[in-house]
């Protein structure tokens, strides 16, 4: 089973600055014969189901503000949000879908 | 647009059996990979199972044995059959499409309590 770690498990970023979030996979999520990384980044906000920002790693979801990007190969993999606003508060996730198990990551608690 | 509904949550005494649903809309159905995720109070996201568009299924350690997904492609609903449930089965479920979890509904509380 791949097991997901995220780092760190909480950040607090000033208004208008830069959050980084780490998530390590245990073993690569990318799948050669198609040369696509099976990572996905979600944003999850209190009361609210989880939402998903990027997709194959470094693929934005449409409507997700391009302040989101994500980045990495292998298994160390990047949430870098810019620019950062008061509702991009939220616990954010990272998710293997490479193999099953599917996983996910403990989550990042970011506060603005 | 995409919206995915669940039901059938509720409070449910220990050992006892429990029946979600997942409502689907605004997409075919038939054609997605579907899966469940639990969220526990307080706590993070787990992976319960999936069926693919095939039927291919696979379940977490946690509930396999125990939980059944199925899903009726005519009236576009995913369900997940809990049985021999526990306390730790407690948690707000989740149906989403896609592998990649793309679209989320909103959940449906399950309480496991004597």
């Known amino acids: 089973d791949i097991v997901m770690t995220q780092s760190p498990d909480s950040l607090a970023v000033s208004l208008g600055a830069r959050a980084t979030i780490n998530c390590k996979s245990s073993?690569?999520?990318?799948?050669?014969?198609?040369?696509?990384?099976?990572l996905g980044w979600y944003q999850q906000k209190p009361g609210q189901p989880p939402k998903l920002l990027i997709y194959?790693?470094?693929t934005r979801q449409s409507g997700v503000p391009d302040r989101f990007s994500g980045s990495g190969s292998g298994t160390d993999f990047t949430l870098t949000i810019s620019g950062l606003q008061a509702e991009d508060a939220a616990v954010y996730y990272c998710?293997?879908?490479?193999?099953?198990?599917?996983?996910f990551g403990q989550g990042t608690k970011l506060e603005i | 647009q995409v919206q995915l509904v669940e039901s059938g949550g509720g409070l449910v005494k220990p050992g006892g059996s429990l029946r979600l649903s997942c409502a689907a809309s605004?997409?075919?159905?038939?054609?997605?990979?579907m899966s469940w995720i639990r969220q526990a109070p307080g706590k993070g996201l787990e992976w319960v199972s999936y069926?693919?568009?095939?039927?291919?299924?696979f379940y977490a350690d946690s509930v396999k044995g125990r939980f059944i997904i199925s899903r009726d492609n005519a009236k576009n609903s995913l369900f997940l059959q809990m049985n021999s449930l526990r306390a730790e089965d407690t948690a707000v479920y989740y149906c989403?499409?896609?592998?990649?979890?793309?679209?989320w509904g909103q959940g449906t509380l399950v309480t496991v309590s004597p």
């Open positions: 989403a499409r896609d592998s990649s979890l793309a679209y």
């Open positions: 605004g997409f075919t159905f038939s054609d997605y990979y």
């Open positions: 069926i693919s568009s095939s039927g291919g299924i």
């Open positions: 073993q690569s999520v990318l799948y050669s014969s198609n040369n696509k990384t099976y």
């Open positions: 194959w790693a470094s």
């Open positions: 998710q293997q879908y490479y193999s099953s198990p599917r996983s």
